[in-house]
């Protein structure tokens, strides 16, 4: 590791001290903060702790380079023949979602835009050996299994994928759940021989060979499938059967008949029971199949729109909730922020139930609203018809918590108003006077 690579990752040292960095933060913040930041722990005692202890630190950052967390790994032999987590990453806080979050996005971003593809990796050490390989491109999940949440994050950069993950079982594994996530965008497959990562393939060749094997060892998805999900024993007839019918279902879905050609070509080559003619009419039934299927969907889509009633007045409030919902829907980094908001909730209950589909999932697919409720699709809709820019502009999402929270206020001075009523009718003049005052002193604090 060079001082260049350490000062460009800023990469450091966590003391082997009990609490060293606490010590330290006590001077500038208070408990709760330092509690809140996701770098200590409490004892059963109750006594506040570092979270990490004797580990090279790697700062984690937002797709703006703000640090929001970090990751410690051991490096002692002490600590690996304790057989210690190698990993150790800040636990989820307000602004730290590894669910979300991508390893050196904030600097891989631009050279994104000029490569116009984003590879990823399984650790922070494989983007480091690719970053010494030439490619700057590079980000890697934070400890975690790709996500929903994570695509959706890689599409505001790129529209292309390059997954490099490790040759392992384990690692194959991990590209097969991926592509299932990454099956809206292009994707390519590095697959590192003598299952090894891009750290370790760096250390036995060299930087230049693995900017080559990077840059040129690329297969589709489709060659992917074919390796991945070939039977161990290709002479069982029923292994045959079983592959041809999910393999046939990757070479339709791929937009060439070029290369449609060309893998059942390939597959044919080593079936023993199979030749070229009886995989293309395999593939041809899945094509006609998945035409017949997108046929449906448009129909069911189009049902859809006709059916919804047409839209009833909102109230202020509702108004305001479908602003926020909207942008909330369309802004990753925003519903991110709010998923984070333990005790967030809209009031308009439909928006309330859409948005625990979204919080969940981190987005809501045409399956999704299939299973909603008319009122429920009636609502989806009618918030994506709200006339919003598509950036959002500085100080908006307060605006619109503000205009949320003055309704809310109206609402609870409307409800005083009928209790200070009903007090006075009933002739409980004390608790009518009482309440009108603090009637009063609301509608001051709103001026």
């Not at 650790?123 to 996500?147: C, E, H, K, Q």
């Not at 759940?177 to 990454?182: E, P, Q």
């Not at 802004?331 to 589909?357: C, S």
């Not at 999402?397 to 503000?402: A, G, P, V």
Request: aromatic share 8%.
């Amino acid at each position: 590791m060079t001082d260049e690579l350490i000062t460009y990752f800023k990469i450091g040292l966590a003391p082997n001290e009990y609490d060293y960095l606490y010590q330290a933060m006590l001077k500038k913040y208070d408990e709760d903060t330092i509690i809140n930041s996701g770098l200590f722990n409490l004892s059963d005692n109750n006594s506040i702790y570092d979270a990490f202890r004797n580990r090279i630190m790697f700062p984690l950052t937002d797709e703006f380079g703000h640090i929001i967390g970090f990751s410690g790994r051991i490096w002692t032999e002490e600590d690996i023949s304790k057989k210690l987590a190698k990993y150790k990453n800040t636990r989820s806080t307000v602004i730290f979602n590894k669910s979300y979050e991508l390893y050196h996005l904030d600097k891989a971003k631009a050279a994104a835009k000029k490569e116009y593809e984003l590879y990823l990796m399984e650790g922070f050490m494989d983007v480091i050996a690719a970053y010494r390989a030439g490619i700057p491109n590079a980000v890697a999940s934070m400890g975690t299994a790709l996500t929903p949440e994570h695509v959706k994050h890689l599409r505001k950069f790129t529209k292309k994928v390059i997954l490099t993950y490790d040759g392992d079982k384990a690692g194959q594994n991990a590209i097969a759940k991926s592509l299932d996530l990454l099956s809206n965008m292009a994707v390519e497959i590095v697959r590192i021989p003598g299952q090894m990562d891009p750290d370790e393939f760096i250390k036995e060749n060299s930087e230049e060979e693995l900017k080559k094997l990077l840059k040129q060892a690329r297969i589709s998805s489709a060659e992917f499938w074919i390796e991945h999900l070939k039977p161990e024993n290709i002479d069982n007839l029923q292994a045959e059967i079983d592959y041809v019918e999910k393999i046939a279902k990757v070479i339709a879905a791929s937009p060439s008949i070029t290369a449609q050609n060309t893998y059942i070509n390939k597959v044919a080559e080593f079936l023993p029971d199979f030749d070229y003619l009886q995989l293309e009419q395999a593939v041809n039934n899945e094509r006609l199949q998945m035409r017949s299927q997108i046929s449906e969907q448009e129909s069911a889509k189009q049902q859809v729109l006709v059916d919804l009633p047409v839209t009833k007045q909102l109230t202020a409030l509702t108004k305001a909730e479908s602003q926020l919902f909207h942008r909330l829907l369309h802004h990753d980094y925003l519903l991110n922020e709010f998923r984070n908001r333990a005790h967030f909730k809209f009031t308009t209950p439909e928006l309330q139930e859409l948005y625990q589909i979204l919080k969940t999932n981190g987005e809501i697919n045409a399956y999704d609203l299939s299973q909603l409720s008319n009122q429920l699709q009636e609502t989806y809709y009618r918030v994506l018809e709200e006339n919003l820019p598509e950036e959002i502009s500085e100080g908006e999402i307060r605006q619109i918590e503000d205009q949320i929270d003055k309704c809310l206020q109206r609402q609870e001075m409307r409800k005083q108003s009928k209790a200070i009523r009903e007090s006075s009718n009933h002739g409980d003049v004390d608790t009518a006077v009482e309440g009108l005052a603090a009637l009063i002193a609301q509608k001051r604090n709103m001026e």
